[in-house]
């Protein structure tokens, strides 16, 4: 568990200079011979096949939207997910009929002081009883991943709810990003400014709070469809208990209605509806009052969740299309532990949410070079890491760049051997220079691993080469322990970030390069005694 704990409390991202602090000091000092060399390292796209799993196991958060460009072509998301009542076999009283039900959402925000806006009505008469009051809404813009602005004009997106037809089933089933789910009838739409907000109200007479409401998106659903859905079920079996209820309402979608705009993240299990209703209550003398009443429906934790992403890649670049003939089946590169054979592309196109991935291979010759190198020369590996850059003839604009990585050894499981290793060192999976600018990098550190293959007497390099397969995401941590989940626990399901980054200088496949080269490389700090 100690390893464990540690893992948890690594700095998995951060931003260096050209080498470390560790590597600086041992190649300007006088104790040894230090070198920062760079070799040539096979790089190659993985074909996700456009698909992740997607269900509510690996949803922290959830991504709506679309959003398309000239690289990738589009992507539009949608979420799908059970709900149940939050009490079954429900009395609705006599004579109930809706006012209203409100879906409520809280997608993630920015909270920098500059896009916070506050309004203050100091006259405002609260409805219910006209009471003097003070109402203070404030508004936060959603975080976008995508267009702030199309036309000239803020984007907007037409968020629609649907009721879902298929039975979702249950929620230890596995669930895959394309899955096909068959919708019914809209049950809202609404045109969603990108904002969301904060309302308090507060009575003059006392200050007490009417209403105090957290940041949120709230929209109306269709009032008819609840009155002969719900309340017209009112001690039938279908609402006697959640088995029976999921089976007869079997889900929502929530999706926008736009082919681009911008993708923006929600916690699902925060997702709720509230129908608001009115029934006869009879008083003391026969008196028949019109009282409010509420019914909750949970789509919280408990239900089957889906995030489906759907990509049109018709509308991706040709340079991205041919890529596409020289990609590794993803189920080959997890299943074997021989040999691949790969083709070197000269540009890589790693995208989140079941886009592509790619591998890094140390060749079986370099490996020899190195091993002989050790055997001979008694070279002490310092720092070895796998350097990307940013590929600006093709990936030049203000879209954010990702900050983590995730990293796997094609043949062992689970983390890297540095991970653990080397964590008292201050070791980072991934370090990125220049991140705000076209010409970022990153520096996977796999220091731990090479030095395990190089320093083995057993390791054959005439047989194995060394493959690592990246795709973007972040790791999770248990929130309480901060201990990380495992290699399977990622964001990768909802991480909307793409890049394109420099390949395999495919003029030199093997052996040194030059420092200055952009290519994908294995970057070394060795000494020598």
Not at 64 to 70: D, L
Not at 225 to 243: E, M, P, R, S, T
Request: contains cysteine; hydrophobic residues 35%; neutral net charge.
């Amino acid at each position: 568990m100690i390893p464990l704990f540690v893992m948890g409390m690594l700095v998995l991202n951060a931003c260096e200079g050209e080498l470390d602090d560790l590597g600086s000091q041992l190649v300007n000092g006088n104790a040894a011979d230090g070198y920062d060399q760079a070799y040539s390292v096979i790089a190659y796209n993985i074909n996700n096949g456009d698909l992740t799993r997607a269900d509510a196991s690996k949803l922290d958060s959830v991504r709506i939207g679309a959003f398309s460009e000239p690289v990738f072509g589009a992507q539009k998301v949608s979420y799908i997910t059970q709900l149940r009542l939050n009490a079954y076999n429900p009395d609705f009283g006599t004579n109930p009929v809706i006012d209203s039900v409100v879906l409520t959402i809280k997608p993630k925000y920015e909270t920098a002081t500059d896009s916070i806006t506050t309004t203050t009505n100091e006259d405002y008469i609260y409805p219910d009883g006209s009471v003097a009051a003070k109402k203070i809404v404030t508004t936060y813009p959603v975080s976008k991943y995508g267009k702030y602005k199309l036309a000239g004009e803020k984007t907007k997106l037409t968020i629609k709810v649907n009721e879902v037809s298929d039975f979702l089933g249950s929620t230890s089933d596995s669930l895959s990003s394309n899955k096909a789910i068959a919708l019914g009838a809209e049950i809202g739409s609404e045109v969603f400014n990108g904002t969301v907000n904060s309302v308090v109200i507060t009575k003059d007479s006392d200050a007490s709070e009417l209403v105090n409401r957290a940041v949120s998106y709230r929209m109306k659903l269709d009032n008819t469809f609840f009155q002969n859905k719900i309340i017209a079920k009112k001690g039938d079996q279908v609402l006697k208990d959640a088995a029976s209820f999921i089976r007869y309402f079997k889900g929502i979608s929530i999706s926008v209605a736009e082919p681009d705009g911008y993708l923006f993240s929600m916690a699902p299990n925060d997702t709720s509806i509230t129908m608001y209703y009115k029934n006869d209550v009879t008083g003391t003398g026969g008196v028949v009052t019109r009282t409010k009443a509420e019914t909750v429906f949970n789509l919280g934790s408990g239900n089957v969740h889906l995030s489906k992403i759907a990509y049109d890649r018709a509308t991706a670049s040709d340079a991205y299309k041919a890529a596409i003939p020289l990609a590794v089946k993803s189920e080959d590169v997890i299943k074997t532990d021989t040999r691949l054979q790969v083709t070197p592309s000269e540009t890589l196109y790693p995208q989140g949410m079941g886009g592509f991935g790619f591998g890094i291979r140390i060749p079986a010759e370099t490996i020899a070079l190195l091993k002989n190198k050790y055997k001979t020369e008694k070279i002490g590996i310092v720092s070895a890491k796998i350097r990307l850059y940013n590929d600006a003839t093709i990936w030049n604009n203000k879209y954010r760049k990702p900050n983590s990585m995730l990293v796997k050894d094609r043949i062992l499981k689970g983390f890297l051997p540095d991970m653990t290793s080397l964590a008292n060192a201050g070791y980072s999976l991934l370090k990125i220079g220049n991140l705000s600018t076209s010409d970022t990098y990153y520096d996977i550190g796999i220091t731990a691993s090479l030095k395990a293959i190089i320093e083995d007497e057993n390791y054959n390099p005439t047989e194995k080469d060394k493959d690592f397969i990246i795709n973007l995401g972040a790791y999770l941590t248990d929130s309480a322990t901060g201990m990380l989940l495992g290699q399977t626990n990622n964001t990768r399901a909802y991480t909307p970030y793409r890049l394109v980054l420099k390949g395999t200088d495919t003029n030199n496949t093997g052996g040194p390069i030059d420092l200055k080269s952009k290519a994908a490389q294995l970057r070394l700090i060795f000494t020598t005694k």
